[in-house]
């Protein structure tokens, strides 16, 4: 079964800060994938990043960077530099590649509150 | 522009009283999918099609239904809503029939209120 812990609730930070958002996942498939979406107080939701099991590599976009590690089964995601619109609900999201990837399970997300 | 859409937006109805959520998508996009979305609980998976004529159960399907028959269009239906359900109820749709192997592309959301 797969499962997807964000076990930080509600994160506050002032703007300029740094902040890193966790997320650790459970699965027993060998290649899956993960995601980032990114739900700002309107309500709709917006994919931020896909990553394969295979590809570890730390990957950057502007301010935003995801570090994946396999042995430890995260992927979080840090801003640099936060900003008053990066206050959102982040989720974290698995997908098996295969057998079963018509699923996508979500964690319970992480409430971002950046102040100025 | 490409999106999917939802209707309604807002809906308020009571016990017992059918109702359908409209999704549909401009894409021709092979998957789509519920969810709901609970406070403390994240977004969980109803239902979910890889295509047309094809749909199958997610992690919390009771109470629910669903159809394909068309590619564009995937209602969700709940023939006697309970206030348990009240709740944020997402579509979304991805390009081919896994939901691995592309972003997914949600819709607005409907916010329903079960009295």
């Known amino acids: 079964a797969q499962k997807v812990t964000q076990a930080q609730t509600e994160i506050s930070v002032v703007e300029k800060e740094d902040v890193t958002l966790d997320c650790v996942y459970e699965?027993?498939?060998?290649?899956?994938?993960l995601f980032w979406y990114k739900q700002p107080p309107s309500g709709e939701l917006v994919f931020l990043i896909r990553?394969?099991?295979?590809?570890?590599q730390n990957e950057i976009s502007g301010r935003y960077s995801w570090n994946f590690q396999k042995s430890t089964s995260s992927f979080n995601f840090t801003i640099t530099a936060s900003q008053v619109v990066d206050s959102a609900v982040y989720f974290c999201a698995l997908s098996p590649a295969q057998g079963g990837s018509e699923k996508l399970v979500f964690g319970k997300g992480t409430k971002l509150t950046v102040n100025p | 522009e490409a999106q999917v859409t939802q209707n309604p937006r807002y809906l308020i109805t009571v016990t017992g009283k059918k109702l359908t959520v409209t999704c549909s998508q401009n894409?021709?996009?092979?998957?789509m999918s519920w969810y709901r979305q609970d406070p403390g609980l994240g977004l969980r998976q109803i239902y979910y099609?890889?295509?047309?004529?094809?749909?199958d159960k997610g992690d919390v399907p009771e109470g629910y239904k669903v159809s394909r028959k068309e590619k564009r269009n995937f209602p969700l239906i709940l023939e006697s809503p309970s206030p348990n359900q009240t709740s944020l109820y997402f579509c979304?749709?991805?390009?081919?029939?896994?939901?691995?192997?592309?972003?997914?592309?949600f819709g607005p959301g409907t916010r329903l209120t079960v009295l």
């Open positions: 894409m021709n996009h092979e998957y």
């Open positions: 099609s890889m295509n047309v004529e094809v749909t």
């Open positions: 990553r394969n099991s295979f590809d570890e």
């Open positions: 979304a749709s991805s390009l081919f029939g896994r939901a691995s192997y592309n972003e997914q592309f």
């Open positions: 699965t027993r498939d060998t290649t899956y994938y």
